[in-house]
């Protein structure tokens, strides 16, 4: 089992800055694919960022691509979401998840996932 933990999430203003990070635990951290999603109420989990195994390949749904950064430190076993400029429609639950492949379209292809954390953006 991997275990995983999302930290970072709050209350923030239209405009500001977040940083997410998921700890992981358990299994070899460096040999997951990890990806963030998110679930805004009344919707369905969405895709956020994927970041492979090495930090080589990195993807972005088409509405964070520019203001979300996605990084690993394999050292400290943590994924991190840097989000900017954030606005209203990005309120939601963050999850981290793990899994073997990159994938951007299914989240079954993620086998582990943490308990998400509460973002807000006031407007």
């Known amino acids: 089992q991997l275990q995983l933990v999302e930290s970072g999430g709050g209350l923030v203003q239209a405009g500001g800055s977040l940083k997410l990070s998921c700890a992981a635990s358990g299994r070899t951290f460096r040999n997951y694919v990890m990806g963030w999603f998110r679930q805004a109420p009344g919707k369905e989990r969405e895709f956020v960022a994927v970041i492979s195994w090495n930090g080589s390949l990195r993807y972005y749904t088409d509405s964070v691509n520019g203001r979300f950064t996605i990084s690993r430190d394999n050292a400290k076993n943590t994924v991190y979401l840097q989000m900017n400029s954030l606005n209203a429609e990005d309120t939601a639950v963050y999850y981290c998840?793990?899994?073997?492949?990159?994938?951007?379209?299914?989240?079954?292809?993620?086998?582990?996932w943490g308990q998400g954390t509460q973002v807000t953006v006031s407007s």
């Open positions: 998840a793990a899994g073997p492949t990159v994938s951007r379209d299914s989240d079954a292809a993620y086998h582990y």
